[in-house]
Antibody, heavy 121, light 108 residues
């Protein structure tokens, strides 16, 4: 059974940093691209970043480029999102999700339950 | 940047058919995917590559595309279909995943 479990969310002050993790199980992690998608309270889905199975290629949404960094440890079956220079508008539930392709098919067939990040002073 | 436009809400009576539109420039050249998100839950993929249905998704869910609009159709709507629905594409010009703004389906 495919499982994705996010962790690392919490309360952080503006300008601070946070690292999210997504522990994957039930599939061969290294052969799937992975993505982060967020959802601000009461708002729609916003794509954050995607990384290929090998980790060699990454893409970012305009609102986080230069501040967030996606990475993965295929030996530990874990996806990461390093978030720096956090802003109030980064407050959201952050979901990790699996892409069925290694190089990216850019749709997402399994999702975690999400972790809440709150940026506030 | 590429934009997908969805109506904010659609209402339908149980047993009827719901159609949710997703508009985008030259969307006929893009693969469109659809997600269902029930309140308090993570999104679930219900249609991929315009018309394909993942295993476990009822046949009542179908997708189509014509001109600059993709459409999610839900036949014989049930109370449990009440949710937010999002369309999504990959924009290879910007290398961005793009989501529509979402449509809330109310089952009256």
């Amino acid at each position: 059974e495919v499982q994705l479990l996010e962790s690392g969310g919490g309360l952080v002050q503006p300008g601070g940093s946070l690292r999210l993790s997504c522990a994957a199980s039930g599939f061969t992690f290294s052969t799937y691209a992975m993505t982060w998608v967020r959802q601000a309270p009461g708002k729609g889905l916003e794509w954050v970043s995607v990384i290929r199975g090998s980790g060699s290629v990454t893409y970012y949404g305009d609102s986080v480029k230069g501040r967030f960094s996606i990475s993965r440890d295929n030996s530990e079956n874990t996806l990461y999102l390093q978030m720096n220079s956090l802003r109030v508008e980064d407050t959201a539930v952050y979901y990790c999700a699996r892409d069925p392709g290694s190089a990216g098919l850019y749709h997402f067939d399994y999702w975690g339950q999400g972790t809440l990040v709150t940026v506030s002073s | 940047s590429y934009v997908l436009t969805q109506p904010p809400s659609v209402s339908v009576a149980p047993g009827n058919t719901a159609t949710i539109a997703c508009g985008g420039n030259n969307i006929r050249h893009k693969n469109v995917h659809w997600y269902q998100q029930r309140p308090g839950q993570a999104p679930v993929l219900v249609i991929f590559y315009d018309t394909d249905r993942p295993s476990g998704v009822p046949e009542r869910f179908s997708g189509s595309k014509s001109g600059n609009t993709a459409t999610l159709t839900i036949s014989r709507v049930e109370a449990g279909d009440a949710a937010d629905y999002y369309c999504q594409v990959w924009d290879d010009t910007s290398n961005h995943v793009v989501f529509g703004g979402g449509t809330n389906l109310a089952v009256l």
